[in-house]
């Protein structure tokens, strides 16, 4: 009885430190060498949502077209890559991340982008695993494939069948909704 229950204590300790569901069915790698990515590099935050449970899993980030989870991943943009990106990712010290020309051709894909974030590519863009939490990361790149402004036709798999029916180009004058009272809790903000 005893041993079951600090088992059982010990099971909802790692539920709630987010590492239980944390098993990628995928394998990222590192865009430049090709190293595998080990996503335990990344502190335990951010690892229990649905969002990122579902992305090792397959590889497809939800929040994207998502309107209720905008606002939060311009935050994190405007916080941790807008400084070298742009502030609508328009290409600064870094190239821009609004169009349809990719370096890493990779970062069409979803798998792509984040292997770029998590691992980093070269010079100034370092790993960010140690800066951001993983689905702060899944935030963000919706954030920037909502910034995309070339044409649908030309913006890689990251945008499905289903979002193309709904998808505009970024426009730079609609203001970003407020998360809704239903939003996902990851999205909500301050
Ligand atoms: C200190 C400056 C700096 C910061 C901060 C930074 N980047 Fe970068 N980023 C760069 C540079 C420089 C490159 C070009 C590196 C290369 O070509 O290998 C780059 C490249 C990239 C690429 C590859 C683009 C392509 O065309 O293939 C992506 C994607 C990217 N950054 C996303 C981000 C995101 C998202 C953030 C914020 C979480 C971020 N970066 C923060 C400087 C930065």
Redesign the pocket.
Known sequence: MRGATVKAAAAAALIAAGVVGAKASITFNN??TGEVLNLEDAGPEGKDTEAFKKFIETGENIYNGNADCLAKGEQ??LA??????GQKAEGK?????NDS???????KTDKG?FE??FG???????P?YG??NVDD?LL??AW?RHLYKDKPEDAGEWLTDELKANFKPYDGKTPTPKPSANAPESCKID
Do not use: D
Request: charged content about 0%; overall charge neutral.
């Open positions: 865009a430049i994190s943009y941790m890559c807008s400084g070298c990106h010290l870094g190239p821009g991340l020309y990719w370096t890493y051709p990779s970062g982008f770029i974030i980093g590519a070269s010079g100034m863009m370092g960010m800066a951001m990361m963000t790149m920037v």
